[in-house]
């Protein structure tokens, strides 16, 4: 049987201490960018429901605008839907006919900001609606029409 001389040094199995070390530090890089990732998208997926929300709201209170033969023209309109949310609207003639006087048909254009968020982080989605109308005499009052 060969000898071994006292030279040769048995042969190290398993990992040292700074390969440990290594392999540690880049798996803390790639769990701390994974959740980083994970994060931005559940901060996006906020801010889309959010804007889903909106829209859907936009499009009732829309809906309820068009729907409202009462509506006065000229005036701006406000309302909430919750305390970080609401709306404001105002109804005018689109294009009205130059000798208007009351009960001309006009085409009425609805413009409806639908908003949320508090007010470093405020938000708001536009919408515009037109229904059929006609004028009434109090639109006639003050600078609002001129006959």
Do not use: H
């Amino acid at each position: 049987m060969p000898n071994k001389s006292s030279s040769e040094s048995p042969r190290r199995r398993g990992f040292s201490l700074l390969e440990l070390l290594v392999a540690t530090a880049i798996l803390g890089i790639a769990v701390a960018s994974l959740l980083g990732g994970f994060a931005s998208s559940l901060r996006a997926q906020d801010r889309l429901r959010d804007y889903d929300t909106a829209a859907v709201r936009a499009k009732q209170q829309m809906e309820a605008l068009l729907a409202d033969s009462t509506l006065p023209r000229f005036a701006t309109l406000e309302g909430r839907f919750s305390e970080a949310s609401g709306w404001r609207a105002r109804m005018t003639p689109f294009e009205p006919p130059r000798a208007a006087t009351p009960g001309t048909a006009v085409l009425d254009r609805i413009e409806l900001e639908v908003w949320w968020g508090v007010s470093a982080s405020r938000r708001s989605i536009t919408l515009e609606g037109y229904r059929r109308g006609f004028l009434r005499p109090e639109d006639f009052a003050g600078e609002v029409l001129r006959r």
